[in-house]
């Protein structure tokens, strides 16, 4: 089977750093993107690595682990608005078709 | 680049009615795909096109579901006799084939069944 597993939430305060786990376990592995989706939003694309390494992108960076088949998200001088669920999936190649599976989420909760 | 649009945003229906969904996506791509979310969960994948081929169903997708791309522009899903099973956010995303890693996604489809 496909899965992602990724923690059900997370609480920080404002400033601070928080880091989002994903471990994985796919047919096909063609890279780990992040996806932030507030509440009654849409998806939005963070972030993605499809090499080992880490991806900077101002406060937020991701890292991946091939070997591991694993994968985080960092989130850097958290502000309120970051308060979101945050969605690791991985891109399936399968079929041609480049279909995402993503986790559960992760409920990310911004205190002052 | 006005971005993906879903059409209706909401709707409520009655158990056995059929029901049409509408995405237009981002004009130059030519990659379109619906996912299903039900609350807590992340997307799942329903089905994608390339231009207006069908190119891939999930087992999810039952016979009650269909989908379309005529001109390989607008994308419609139906589901016909629809269950309380069926309520879920009906999300589309985007892309051109060379933009691998970033699905651009539509605001949804929220759709509640009686």
């Known amino acids: 089977g496909q899965s992602l597993e990724q923690p059900s939430e997370v609480t920080a305060v404002e400033g601070a750093i928080v880091q989002i786990n994903c471990t994985y376990q796919t047919s096909g592995f063609y890279g780990l993107s992040w996806y932030q989706q507030h509440d009654g939003g849409a998806p939005t694309f963070l972030s993605y690595n499809a090499l080992d390494g880490l991806e900077e992108t101002g406060r937020f960076s991701s890292f991946l682990s091939r070997s591991d088949s694993y994968g985080y998200l960092l989130l850097q001088e958290l502000q309120m608005k970051d308060s979101a669920s945050y969605f690791c999936a991985v891109r399936d190649e399968e079929g041609q078709g480049g279909k995402l599976i993503f986790g559960q989420g992760t409920e990310l909760s911004v205190k002052p | 680049d006005t971005g993906v649009s879903q059409d209706p945003r909401h709707k409520i229906t009655k158990r056995g009615q059929n029901v049409t969904f509408r995405c237009d996506p981002i004009?130059?791509?030519?990659?379109l795909y619906w996912y299903r979310q039900t609350l807590g969960q992340g997307p799942e994948f329903l089905t994608y096109?390339?231009?207006?081929?069908?190119?891939?169903k999930s087992r999810l997708l039952s016979d009650r579901f269909s989908a379309e791309r005529p001109k390989g522009s607008f994308s419609t899903l139906e589901i016909q006799r629809t269950e309380q099973g069926d309520s879920a956010m009906y999300l589309c995303?985007?892309?051109?084939?060379?933009?691998?890693?970033?699905?651009?996604f539509g605001p949804g489809t929220r759709l509640l069944v009686l």
């Open positions: 096109f390339q231009n207006e081929a069908q190119l891939e």
């Open positions: 995303a985007s892309r051109t084939s060379g933009q691998q890693e970033t699905q651009y």
């Open positions: 004009s130059e791509h030519n990659r």
